[in-house]
């Protein structure tokens, strides 16, 4: 185990990036200096999506985390904190490192938003058709 020094992990989604400063405290979260339940607009699912990494190894009240998040929308933000998260535990114990890869946390999303294309009014949407 690492000691209570801060620990650094960077998570991806979309095109949000998110950085989590990790240090053992009692729990606090704070994500781009508010609560995390005010920045995640107090949505239950945003905030278990966001902290999955945190209860699956029942540790949620053992550390102190300062996030700070940009790019993207919720969603997307919402997937960087919850990479990075799984990261920098990974990074704290490599013991956990088997039970959040297993869930598959670790796995960066590669999805992303494809490209509008050129006489097309979206990616893949057409002009309407008009008979007259």
Request: aromatic share 6%.
């Amino acid at each position: 185990m690492a000691s209570s020094k801060e620990i650094w992990a960077v998570g991806r989604r979309k095109n949000a990036i998110a950085r989590v400063k990790l240090k053992e405290g009692s729990g606090k979260i704070v994500i781009n200096d508010r609560d995390y339940k005010d920045y995640l607009q107090n949505s239950r699912s945003n905030i278990k999506e966001a902290l999955t990494a945190l209860t699956l190894m029942n540790v949620s009240e053992k550390f102190d985390l300062k996030v700070n998040v940009s790019g993207g929308g919720i969603i997307g933000q919402v997937g960087a904190i919850r990479h990075a998260l799984a990261r920098v535990i990974c990074r704290y114990n490599p013991e956990f490192r088997a039970t959040v890869k297993k869930e598959g946390l670790l796995t960066r999303d590669p999805r992303m938003v494809e490209r509008k294309k050129y006489g097309l009014h979206k990616a893949r949407r057409g002009t309407q058709f008009s008979k007259r």
